[in-house]
């Protein structure tokens, strides 16, 4: 089995070997044992379900919250000629039914869905009737409450074994405490499982705190000693520009990523720091995500993160080529204060929820009982700006909702366009009879894209349809919107906007069941993560692997060594070392009765008079040890 899981790698993934601990989580899944794997970020967890699932007869399920990763693992999978595809919110019904359509009587391996899908009926229906080999839920975490990322559907996947009961379940997350683990295993209802943990040691990182006033100053003085490529993290997107503008103008070459980027310059800008045209990226939290560069030395965090956990993912960034790397937390007095207010606004007043959510139906124009898995492009600056709400706090708020299952938010992310031929060849053909000003684009994307236009929905790029066909992109958009109103194909929009969904039919906002008990313990809960950030912060003393590990819940056996606490502590044991040789010479020398001046007393000991040597001495004659005479010159006592 183990020699076929290798080839499995080989052929498809290009790797001779698997990673530690990859090759016993995909042979528990080959067993058919349900399977907690707890794979540390850059681990490879990926891996553990797609190797099983290319082994085993018929399509795994991949159960994902972040559509950005959902399309980019689709994308990766089918340029190894894998079949793969996705179901997320903002697709149309029709586009979900080809979709389904397909892994059930297709040659499907991977099937990438949203949590919000599972329960609908659509999904339920054609699930029942797939042969599913795998079911893998990624970001696993996102199942407990007491995790950091809590969505509500998540408590839905559980319901998937009723229909495929024989079929073995792979949780897989970076970072999860105990008390996550043990409601990972229980909400999923695994029985008996393999579990595996891998350390959250990391022995090539250098963790280190540095207090600063001055942040973009200390963060040249780090790049300065450290070489090589570095994401800076930051909370806001207007920090990205104002903090790479500062490196910039200091020598220091530096771009800014964000979500409110076009997507072409996100794309741009993320490519000039993996090809190292840029050494320095300074991002919001969400960049890094799926990003395959291991030689990042160091991350520089320039705003206290809101938990261990979302820290540990992004420090973790650095370093996974196993070299040494550093990951650097700067913070002055302001920041703690800073980042307690900020938990204390993360779960706002119930009647503020309730106030958004009417307030979105208001804006979206929805109805009481309409409305449930819509998609709508969404912009909340212009929505907080005509409700006169307060920015941060509707965030909030609509993140509370989310949690409570009724909305979901997804940050911008660039989807193209796509396009499905809904009639068969002869009809085709006399839609191009009959309209021959859409004769040459039918030819042209029957040319480049081919019969599978027929069977499912393909990415389609209007600027190259236009480029060939010697004529304008939106020239091209309306004979496909055309097309589309005629019924002959099925063409969807590309959408680069953030989007909130109804995952719930539109309720009345004043009887909106929200569940205050819960939303009370995960704010606790976000508090208690800030106070363990601020105590992260402040510790002078204990190794910050330890604390690290600690948090998660695993035993250190010993100190890092090169953390900045472990570097302090080993410095001060040096120094205590010296102070003691030094005295004792001091001693030895002046015991024979000599009367020496300092300068003499460290020429004759052949020791550098500096502030060090100065201060031992000083420190022998308060303990009465020595003596100063009136000339200045010095005796024992």
């Not at 029709?94 to 949590?115: A, H, M, Q, W």
């Not at 079911?135 to 996947?157: K, M, N, T």
């Not at 920090?239 to 996100?266: C, P």
Request: proline residues 3%.
């Amino acid at each position: 089995m183990k020699t076929k899981a290798l080839y499995t790698l080989k052929h498809y993934f290009g790797y001779d070997d698997f990673r530690p601990m990859q090759a016993e989580i995909v042979n528990s899944v080959l067993e058919g044992k349900d399977t907690l794997a707890l794979l540390p970020t850059g681990g490879g967890k990926s891996v553990c379900f797609q190797v099983p699932a290319l082994m085993s007869e018929g399509i795994c399920i991949v159960v994902s919250p972040l559509i950005a990763l959902m399309k980019d693992q689709v994308d990766n999978l089918r340029k190894r000629m894998i079949l793969a595809t996705a179901v997320y919110s903002g697709m149309r019904k029709r586009e979900i039914d080809t979709t389904l359509d397909n892994c059930i009587y297709g040659n499907y391996k991977f099937l990438y869905v949203s949590p919000e899908r599972l329960k609908t009926e659509l999904f339920i229906e054609r699930f029942k009737q797939m042969k599913v080999s795998l079911i893998a839920v990624d970001e696993a975490h996102c199942i407990s409450q007491w995790g950091y990322d809590f969505r509500p559907p998540y408590l839905e996947i559980a319901a998937l074994r009723e229909y495929h009961p024989e079929v073995p379940f792979i949780a897989l997350t970076a970072s999860a405490t105990q008390k996550v683990r043990e409601d990972i295993l229980e909400k999923l209802e695994f029985k008996s499982p393999n579990i595996f943990i891998k350390s959250f040691t990391r022995e090539n990182l250098s963790y280190a705190v540095r207090q600063s006033e001055n942040k973009l100053e200390k963060m040249v003085e780090i790049l300065q000693k450290v070489p090589g490529s570095a994401i800076i993290y930051v909370r806001n997107r207007k920090a990205t520009k104002t903090i790479a503008t500062g490196l910039n103008q200091l020598g220091i070459q530096a771009t800014f990523y964000h979500a409110g980027l076009d997507k072409s310059v996100r794309e741009s800008r993320q490519i000039d720091w993996i090809t190292e045209r840029v050494r320095v990226i300074v991002a919001t939290n969400a960049f890094g995500m799926g990003i395959d560069k291991s030689n990042v030395r160091v991350v520089l965090h320039a705003d206290i993160p809101e938990n261990m956990e979302n820290y540990y993912q992004e420090s973790g960034r650095a370093g996974r080529d196993e070299k040494r790397a550093f990951a650097v937390l700067m913070a002055n007095e302001q920041d703690a204060i800073t980042l307690m207010e900020r938990a204390e606004r993360t779960y706002p007043p119930i009647d503020f929820i309730r106030k958004v959510y009417q307030s979105l139906a208001n804006y979206l124009r929805i109805a009481v009982g309409s409305s449930m898995m819509s998609s709508y492009d969404f912009d909340i600056a212009r929505f907080t700006e005509t409700y006169d709400l307060d920015l941060l706090l509707t965030y909030n708020a609509i993140k509370v909702l989310q949690e409570e299952g009724f909305l979901e938010l997804t940050e911008g992310f660039f989807l193209p366009s796509s396009l499905h031929i809904l009639v068969d060849n002869s009809k085709l053909y006399e839609i191009q009879i009959a309209y021959a000003k859409l004769d040459p684009l039918i030819k042209l994307m029957l040319r480049s894209y081919g019969g599978e236009l027929f069977t499912e929905y393909l990415n389609i790029y209007e600027e190259k349809l236009a480029k060939i066909l010697g004529i304008q992109p939106n020239e091209v958009t309306k004979q496909l919107e055309q097309l589309d109103n005629l019924g002959v194909v099925a063409y969807h929009k590309r959408k680069d906007q953030p989007q909130i969904t109804f995952l719930t039919p539109r309720q009345d906002a004043g009887k909106l069941p929200l569940n205050q008990n819960r939303i009370s313990d995960r704010r606790s809960n976000t508090l208690k993560g800030a106070k363990v950030m601020i105590a992260y912060l402040n510790e002078s003393n204990q190794c910050r692997m330890r604390l690290i590990l600690d948090y998660f819940g695993e035993e250190a056996k010993d100190d890092c060594g090169h953390c900045d606490n472990c570097l302090a502590k080993r410095k001060g044991k040096n120094q205590l070392q010296r102070e003691k040789v030094i005295k004792e010479k001091i001693l030895k020398t002046l015991g024979s009765g000599m009367v020496l001046s300092m300068s003499e007393l460290f020429y004759k000991l052949k020791i550098n008079k500096d502030d060090f040597s100065v201060s031992v001495l000083r420190a022998l004659e308060d303990e009465g040890l020595i003596v100063s005479l009136q000339d200045g010159k010095i005796k024992k006592n």
